[in-house]
């Protein structure tokens, strides 16, 4: 029989009842029982749910309070020696401290930093990395997932366990103050982790899931022999457990044979992210081995099509024979919402292309029957999926002629300004008459409980258009006002009118569409609700023009006009999957190029394009880079080449990592670029010098994730730095991102500093 199984979970419950739960703890609502208790019923509830839709064995030990790779450390005993930790177990506080931090007494006395969090493969989930130091000594911490095995089996469900592996933990870990390779730290965690597996055993389990995703990334050269160490260690340790190694969100290629030679149960494939890998495997899976086939996409919200996934799984069957074959979705579902029935106000039309976690779960479990029991046990919800399919296909709501042949006849004119930048400077110079080291901010001023109450209150329809327009013209004349009176150049208009600045373009644009419910985890207990690209991007009107033209109507000095970019509007979207993300970006990026030229026509001198998440979007595989740095870079020019030469087009990006991609940023060919810079007191710089960056540079004096108001000297020494590394002429001065997170009392202060040490700094410069 071929058994329907499911990876993972999301955990966050239905209607974000773990959010809920975990910060009620956090403020002191609720107290440790009563969370336990509300985790139990998320977990339960999934687990029913699962069962219900079909699956013959569900995921145990994927939930978790805050992060599995945290689970991870706390079950290994990996916690960092800052949180003083010495008992028998982890408890929860130390868990949350290592998550969050602990906040100390108000003067930083006590006050313990947070574990670093980074980013999941490339999804938009946040783990925290396990740290690694010196002196550091493994034990069981945490009988988590033994305890969750238990409480399933106890509602009569026989689950399978869920353990990250530990060659990928490793890998993922971070080696801390000179501490050890991770990899060479393996012989001291499998002991834990052959500890873990004979209790899961004497608990009742028979087969356990172990993620080794880093399977499908390049891994440096030790890992394959560790691999193997591990395997081995773990199969001789535990003979009766079946285990199941699982790779997920790309293919194994080169690891493949690693893979295949594991001394293992079975081995699960993503096959939704390149099926080259099924096809390297027939003929050569080994007589012990189970195939896992993640068919069902677990990183999207569309629905599979069942009789293309049977075309891929039924020839498995008859190599393999229906025993040694599973169904499953490509990887956790984690990364999707959890329950389409919820989307009450969704359009039917829309509904019937799509499926979230619950529905997935569904998918899979047919797939399974139709492989057990042919095609025609299942013909009804075969049919009724193949029906959807061909309508989404030829769906009028899906394409759009005018743009696919707008998006087909984009040539080289369309990727280049009209000079370049050394002979456009001059002229940006001359039209917009700025000081040296001007000074700007990244967008977004403080949003403040008024903003976000009259905001709300409007999308519930309780405030007409006309009285929120008119609020929003009186935020804006306050944001320029202080800006006039701090003494910035280049002002904003902040951003009042945006919840977010994806959700806000999207919600423009035609071939996006929003859920209410589509909520997924993306760090702890904070969840964001992407938008969906279901069909070709237009834009029907300006979507910026009216209110940024307002704020420059109030002023003489310059207005930044302020957009999202169109790799960052793809890569925080769920995205279309009957094309390549490169076809969607470059009709994105059409439609921004439009609202650019708007915006020019309506005024504007300087244009911003943020692209925050220009970074994240690299694959995971080195030899797919170039591929994707061609196509984000070519989409980000589309956007933004279309303007005059005096026009200055900035862009912008949260992080300082920029040693791999400075080619490519410098190939967007924006004037000026503002980036973070200010914790790492200026590091990134020295890259931008040896590679002879262009054009112009903002690194951020002022962390703004911080409460903290930096003051005049501190900023000053950071400007100086700035312009020690590179020519004066070609520097900003501006925050390290947007301020919407910061109050208004913490950003006065601070851009009037900022102001100063940008005076101060032209002064002995001369
Ligand atoms: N313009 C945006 C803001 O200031 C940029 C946000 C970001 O980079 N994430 O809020
Ligand atoms: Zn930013």
Redesign the pocket.
């Known amino acids: 029989m071929t058994l329907a199984t499911n990876l993972g979970f999301p955990r966050i419950g239905a209607r974000r009842e773990l959010k809920d739960a975990v910060e009620a703890y956090w403020s002191g609502g609720l107290d440790a029982e009563e969370l336990e208790t509300r985790a139990a019923e998320i977990r339960k509830g999934n687990w029913l749910l699962q069962r219900d839709e079909g699956l013959d064995q569900v995921p145990c030990g994927d939930f978790s309070l805050y992060d599995h790779v945290l689970d991870t450390a706390v079950m290994l005993g990996a916690v960092p020696f800052r949180y003083g930790w010495e008992a028998e177990t982890v408890d929860l506080d130390t868990y949350f401290a290592m998550a969050c931090g602990r906040a100390g007494d108000g003067n930083g006395n006590g006050a313990v930093p947070a574990m670093e969090m980074t980013k999941w493969f490339d999804t938009n989930y946040h783990f925290i990395v396990p740290e690694l130091e010196p002196g550091q000594r493994f034990r069981l911490a945490s009988t988590k997932v033994v305890d969750e095995f238990t409480e399933a089996r106890s509602l009569g469900i026989d689950a399978r366990p869920v353990l990250l592996g530990p060659v990928s933990f490793l890998l993922l870990g971070k080696s801390v103050e000179d501490g050890p390779h991770p990899l060479s730290l393996l012989d001291e965690v499998l002991p834990v982790y052959e500890d873990v597996l004979e209790r899961l055993r004497v608990a009742g389990a028979r087969r356990i899931q172990m993620d080794e995703p880093c399977l499908g990334s390049d891994l440096p050269d030790e890992a394959a022999g560790a691999y193997r160490r591990a395997y081995r260690r773990l199969t001789e340790a535990a003979p009766e457990l079946e285990l199941l190694v699982a790779s997920y969100f790309g293919e194994l290629r080169e690891n493949l044979d690693t893979a295949l030679a594991l001394p293992v149960a079975g081995l699960h494939l993503d096959v939704t992210r390149g099926g080259e890998d099924l096809h390297r495997i027939r003929g050569r899976v080994p007589d012990h081995l189970t195939l896992s086939v993640g068919v069902v996409d677990g990183r999207n919200v569309w629905r599979t099509d069942l009789a293309a996934a049977l075309d891929v799984l039924e020839p498995v069957v008859d190599e393999l024979g229906a025993d040694r074959v599973e169904v499953a979705p490509s990887c956790s579902l984690l990364h999707t919402p959890v329950d389409l029935d919820l989307e009450e106000d969704l359009d039917p039309e829309l509904r019937s292309w799509m499926a979230f976690a619950r529905q997935k779960v569904g998918e899979v479990a047919t797939l399974a029957r139709a492989l057990d029991g042919g095609r025609e046990v299942v013909e009804d919800v075969l049919t009724e999926n193949a029906r959807a399919m061909e309508a989404r296909v030829a769906s009028e709501r899906i394409h759009d002629p005018r743009v696919k042949e707008r998006a087909g006849s984009v040539d080289e004119g369309l990727l280049r300004r009209n000079r370049p930048y050394r002979d456009r400077a001059p002229l940006q110079h001359a039209a917009l008459g700025l000081p040296p080291l001007p000074t700007t901010t ?3 001023f403080p949003q403040t409980a008024e903003i976000r109450r009259t905001r709300a209150a409007h999308r519930r329809g309780e405030l007409g258009d006309g009285p929120y327009e008119a609020f929003l013209r009186r935020q804006i004349e306050e944001v320029v006002g202080f800006q006039e009176e701090a003494g910035l150049d280049v002002l904003v208009h902040g ?1 009042p009118e945006r919840s977010d ?1 994806v959700e806000y373009f999207a919600e423009r644009l035609q071939g996006f569409t929003a859920t209410t419910n589509g909520w997924v985890q993306s760090y702890g207990s904070r969840c964001v609700k992407p938008p969906v690209i279901l069909g070709d991007v237009r834009r029907p009107e300006p979507m910026s023009v009216d209110l940024t033209a307002y704020a420059q109507s109030l002023t003489d000095r310059p207005v930044k006009g ?1 957009l999202t970019g169109p790799v960052t509007m793809v890569q925080w979207s769920f995205v279309r999957d009957d094309q390549p993300r490169s076809e969607t970006a470059r009709q994105v990026a059409l439609a921004i190029r439009d609202e650019v030229r708007d915006l020019e026509a309506a005024g504007l001198r300087v244009i911003q394009i ?1 692209e ?1 998440a220009f970074r994240e979007g690299m694959p995971l595989r080195s030899a797919d880079r170039d591929a994707y740095l061609r196509w984000a870079v070519d989409a980000f020019r589309i956007a933004s080449s279309g303007v005059r030469d005096d026009t200055q087009i900035h862009t ?1 990006m ?1 992080y300082s990592e920029f040693n791999e991609i400075l080619d490519a940023i410098a190939e967007l060919d924006a004037d000026v670029i503002s980036l973070e810079a200010s914790r790492s007191r200026m590091e990134l710089l020295g890259a931008f010098v040896r590679f002879e960056y262009p054009s112009e540079v903002g690194p951020g004096v002022f962390d703004i994730h911080s409460p903290r108001i930096p003051p005049v000297d501190e900023m000053e020494e950071l400007i100086l730095r700035a312009a020690s590394t590179l020519p004066p002429e070609r520097l900003w001065v501006n925050p390290d ?2 301020l ?1 997170t910061r109050t208004w009392e913490e950003v006065r202060p601070a851009l009037r500093n900022l102001v100063e040490a940008a005076e101060r700094v032209r002064r002995r410069l001369g």
């Open positions: 990244v967008g977004s951003e600045m302020m943020d925050p912008h949260c991102c947007g919407k």
